[in-house]
């Protein structure tokens, strides 16, 4: 099963990886704003198990993402944050714990947070996945939409144009009484 930029699967790495063997993946998503981006992170406060999704469309969406992928590892899942506000965000793991940092300012504060937050349980904390909040592309309009859409900005297209040559005819004709 594949997954995009803006959907990843859960980390399925043990929990208790070294730092020899850990592999950081690091999405770089360089679209500038962050309207419309939610993500969401649900854990397990035990095993540090977790499931995350990122740049959804809404708060709801990524929420009901990241819990289907944390249940898929454990059935412990009970906890979770989200955000839908603009900024980066990190996730480190280590031996049964996880740390994470939701829409801080600069990618590496999210970092710094994330590790502190991981580092409270365990001293093996590696950096698992590091992100910006960036809304996810716009779909494509059925021709069917576009052609009505279009049809609407023509008719008020016309129409302004209308307005525009009343007045200016109203004001000529108001220019040629005062004249007179």
Do not use: I
Request: aromatic share 6%.
């Amino acid at each position: 099963m594949g997954y995009s930029a803006f959907q990843r699967k859960v980390e399925t790495t043990p929990m208790s990886m070294t730092a020899g063997r850990s592999a950081v993946l690091l999405v770089a998503l360089a679209a500038a704003g962050a309207a419309n981006a939610a993500s969401a992170v649900f854990y397990d406060t035990t095993t540090g198990v977790y499931g995350y999704s990122m740049n959804q469309r809404t708060v709801s969406a990524a929420v009901q993402q990241a819990l289907s992928y944390c249940v898929q590892r454990s059935p412990n899942c009970a906890s979770h944050v989200s955000t839908a506000a603009p900024g980066f965000s990190a996730v480190y793991t280590g031996t049964r714990a996880l740390g994470f940092a939701l829409s801080e300012k600069e990618d590496g504060a999210a970092q710094r947070k994330a590790e502190a937050m991981c580092r409270r349980k365990a001293q093996d904390c590696v950096l698992a996945l590091v992100w910006r909040e960036t809304p996810p592309p716009t779909t494509d309009v059925p021709a069917h939409v576009a052609v009505l859409q279009q049809r609407a900005a023509s008719a008020a297209a016309a129409e302004a144009a209308a307005n525009a040559a009343a007045e200016a005819a109203a004001k000529a004709a108001a220019a040629s009484k005062s004249t007179e």
